[in-house]
C-alpha cells in the first residue's frame, strides 16, 4: 500500500493578515513560544514526593520585521497605544503559510495583540541595505488552527 509523502513546509512562503491593515510583505515573522507553568504541590497526607499541576500558560511575543516603505499604517497602530488606546487597538493576527503551489496549508492565529515595541533599524549612508523597521506584539494567544 503507497503512502502518500508529505513533505515539511517552507519558512519563506508566508503572508500576515492584520484586522484593518493591509501591509507589503514582510521579511521575517517570530512567533514567540508557548509555555504552560507546572506548578509543585502536596498535601499532608500524599506520599513523599511532589505532584505537578498545570499553572499559567505564557504565549510569547510575535516578531514582525518589514522593509520601510510609505505607509504608516503599523506606526500608527504603536502610536495609537503609546496615546493609551489600548482596549479599542488589540487586533487579530494571522500568520499564513503557503505551500509551493501559493495555496494556505497552516494558520497560526495571534488573538487580541498590540504592539509593545518599535524599532526602526540604524541608518547608514556607507550602507546598501533594505532599512528594516521591527514591530513586537504581545497577546493573549497563539493558536494553529490549520
Do not use: C
Request: net charge negative; no cysteine; charged share 25%.
Amino acid at each position: 500500500m503507497p503512502t502518500t509523502r508529505v513533505d515539511p513546509l517552507r519558512n519563506f512562503r508566508y503572508r500576515l493578515e492584520i484586522d484593518g491593515i493591509a501591509q507589503a510583505g514582510f521579511s521575517e515573522v517570530a512567533i514567540g513560544e508557548t509555555m504552560t507553568d507546572a506548578v509543585d504541590y502536596r498535601e499532608g497526607t500524599d506520599a513523599p514526593n511532589v505532584r505537578k499541576l498545570t499553572g499559567l500558560t505564557k504565549y510569547g511575543n510575535v516578531t514582525l520585521k518589514w522593509g520601510v516603505t510609505t505607509s504608516l499604517d503599523l506606526y500608527n497602530w504603536h502610536k495609537a497605544i503609546i496615546a493609551g488606546q489600548i482596549a479599542s487597538n488589540r487586533k487579530q493576527v494571522a500568520i499564513v503559510v503557503l505551500d509551493e503551489t501559493g495555496s494556505d496549508v497552516a494558520r497560526f492565529v495571534v488573538s487580541d495583540s498590540w504592539p509593545t515595541k518599535y524599532h526602526p533599524s540604524d541608518l547608514n549612508a556607507k550602507g546598501n541595505e533594505v532599512f528594516i523597521e521591527t514591530l513586537e506584539l504581545v497577546n493573549e494567544g497563539v493558536e494553529r488552527v490549520q
